[in-house]
């Protein structure tokens, strides 16, 4: 009964006295290492033109099992649809990417941001909130 002890208290130790290994992260401070398969916030891709890429299809809204999305599409005096509302409530966004596999044309893209904490439902994501997240980082796709 003492020796599974010890051996505790031995590993406690040497982890203690050995600063290499030290298994806690300074968040925030020091920033996580994300896999490059991480899904974080989604964001709304610009293409080349400086439009928006999405079309107002409705795939990503209808694909969505925690119904995070609503869309409302609209046509452009060239016949162009656009989306004329776009929300993504992040709150209830579970991040599983299906809106990124159903969209054709590639518009909407699992990100690397994941700090959502807010108290305030003003800070629900709609579509300029979600273009501006492209815009930050100017990487058009």
Request: glycine share 4%; net charge positive; charged share 35%.
């Amino acid at each position: 009964m003492i020796l599974p002890l010890l051996k505790g208290l031995a590993l406690t130790l040497r982890r203690f006295l050995n600063p290499k290994t030290c298994a806690t992260e300074l968040y925030p401070e020091e920033r996580p290492k994300l896999s490059t398969r991480f899904r974080g916030l989604p964001e709304l891709q610009i293409g080349k033109d400086g439009r928006e890429k999405c079309v107002a299809c409705g795939l990503c809204a209808k694909v969505c099992p925690s119904q995070c999305i609503s869309i409302e599409g609209a046509e452009d005096e060239t016949h162009r649809r656009y989306p004329k509302t776009y929300e993504l409530d992040a709150f209830r966004c579970i991040f599983c990417g299906f809106c990124e596999e159903a969209c054709p044309v590639r518009a909407i893209i699992l990100r690397d941001t994941f700090e959502l904490a807010t108290y305030e439902k003003k800070d629900v994501f709609d579509k300029e909130k979600l273009l501006d997240l492209t815009r930050k980082r100017n990487l058009p796709r």
